[in-house]
Each structure stands twice: as structure tokens, then as C-alpha cells.
């Protein structure tokens, strides 16, 4: 089944060229000029994955993502401008996957949106080759692929793909530090390009969530100018 990609953003120029570059690679593709029809939409017929826009009229794109994270770990790609350095982080930190700025390459997008699609099926446990099971347990942890459930003392802590692909890295050899460039790599891919301050926002992002339901959680430890590590229990 063809999955389906919903495309905020107010340049209608923009939402035609990825809707034809989409549709002709087999994806379904719902487009919305505003934040607020496509929360609306999106709510009321989930789809596969969102590329939002920051900048958009009625409710911007932290606004819209802000809302859909209430009740949905959807994957979604930011779209910035070179100046929207701040809003970029800001996204990052409400719970984006991605962010491509503009201009950017028909081809690029593409790309960008198959690779986290693979992490989403990845997360599930589809044809990733983990175990039968698909559950890791550390301690007080479990994270179960195949239906992205991650436990923190058996309260559940929502994590997007991409936060989820993160602890498991960690978690997966307690006690070994990994670098950020591996860390990039194991949530985003070997051909796919970010900078170190992605892993950190994500970081800090996991780091909020898991205190959300233990404000004692302090298992994933900076090493300040090497990279992270899961602390031994």
C-alpha cells in the first residue's frame, strides 16, 4: 500500500513541485497551505509522514507541531529558511525528525523523507533483523521495536523515531561512549548529513521526556567533547 505524505506550506509553487515529485515516485501526497487545515486534516486522516513549514499563515509550523505531538509520534521534516536558525532548534527540541533548509533539491527531499520512513519501519521492528521478540531491557527500561513502545519504570515515555532510534543506540552497550558522528549514523543514516547540535537538541529533548515521568532519570551522561553514553546499572 502506497503510504501517504502530508505537505504544509503557504508557496503553492513549492507544495506543486513535491506533490509531482512525490506522486510519480508511487507516495500518496495531501497538501495544506495553513497550519490550521492540516492539523484539522492530519487529526482526522493520519498520514505516513508531515513536511512542515515554519513560516505559514493561521498556525506556523511549531505551532502545528506542537499540537500534533500531543497525540501523535508522526515523523516529521521541518522546511527553514537560512535565517531561521532559532525557530530550527526550536523545532528540533518540540520533537521534529529532520529539517532541510531552503532552497533545497527535489531529490534531496526525497531522499530525506524514504530515509526516515526506513527509520519508522526500523523502529517497528519491520525487517530490521532484531530478535523475534523485538524488546531490549536495561534496568528500569525497555524499548520495544515492533510496537515503538518505550518504557522508563513502566510509564511510557513518547518518543519520536528518531529519539527512539537514539536511546536504543545507547542503551544497546551500556557503559560505551558513542560519539555523536555514531549516533548520527545509527538515527539517521551513513548518507544523510546533520551537525552535532541535531544529536544535542535530541538529546536534551529524550533527556525532558523520560524526567517527565522520573525526575530522576540520569542514565544517558554527557561526555563533553566525546559524545553520550547509557550509565551501567
Not at 501526497?29 to 509522514?49: M, N, Q
Not at 513549514?53 to 509520534?73: F, T, V, W, Y
Not at 535530541?202 to 521526556?209: F, G, L
Request: net charge neutral; with cysteine.
Amino acid at each position: 500500500m502506497a503510504q501517504t505524505i502530508a505537505l504544509v506550506d503557504d508557496d503553492r509553487n513549492i507544495l506543486t513541485s513535491l506533490q509531482m515529485t512525490l506522486e510519480a515516485e508511487g507516495f500518496n501526497v495531501r497538501t495544506y497551505t495553513d497550519g490550521e487545515s492540516a492539523l484539522h486534516g492530519i487529526t482526522a486522516k493520519p498520514v505516513d509522514l508531515a513536511v512542515l513549514d515554519i513560516k505559514m499563515p493561521r498556525m506556523d509550523g511549531l505551532e502545528l507541531l506542537q499540537r500534533l505531538r500531543k497525540h501523535s509520534a508522526l515523523p516529521v521534516i521541518f522546511l527553514t529558511s537560512k535565517d531561521e536558525e532559532l525557530d530550527e532548534l526550536m523545532g528540533l527540541r518540540l520533537g521534529a525528525d529532520d529539517y532541510i533548509t531552503k532552497p533545497f533539491s527535489q531529490r534531496l527531499v526525497l531522499e530525506r523523507i524514504r530515509a526516515l520512513l526506513r527509520r519508522n519501519e526500523f523502529a517497528r521492528g519491520e525487517g530490521s533483523g532484531a530478535p523475534a521478540s523485538g524488546v531490549l531491557t536495561r534496568g528500569n527500561l525497555t524499548l520495544d521495536e515492533n510496537r515503538h513502545l518505550c518504557l522508563w519504570k513502566g510509564a511510557n515515555v513518547q518518543l519520536t523515531v528518531t529519539e527512539f532510534l537514539l536511546v536504543k543506540a545507547l542503551a544497546a552497550r551500556p557503559g560505551i561512549v558513542k560519539s555523536r558522528d555514531q549516533l548520527i549514523d545509527a538515527a539517521y543514516g551513513e548518507n544523510i548529513y546533520v551537525d552535532d547540535r541535531t544529536i544535542d537538541s535530541h538529546v536534551k529533548r529524550i533527556r525532558k521526556k523520560f524526567r517527565s515521568v522520573d525526575p530522576g532519570f540520569a542514565q544517558i551522561e554527557t561526555l563533553y567533547g566525546i559524545g553520550y553514553r547509557y550509565k551501567e546499572e
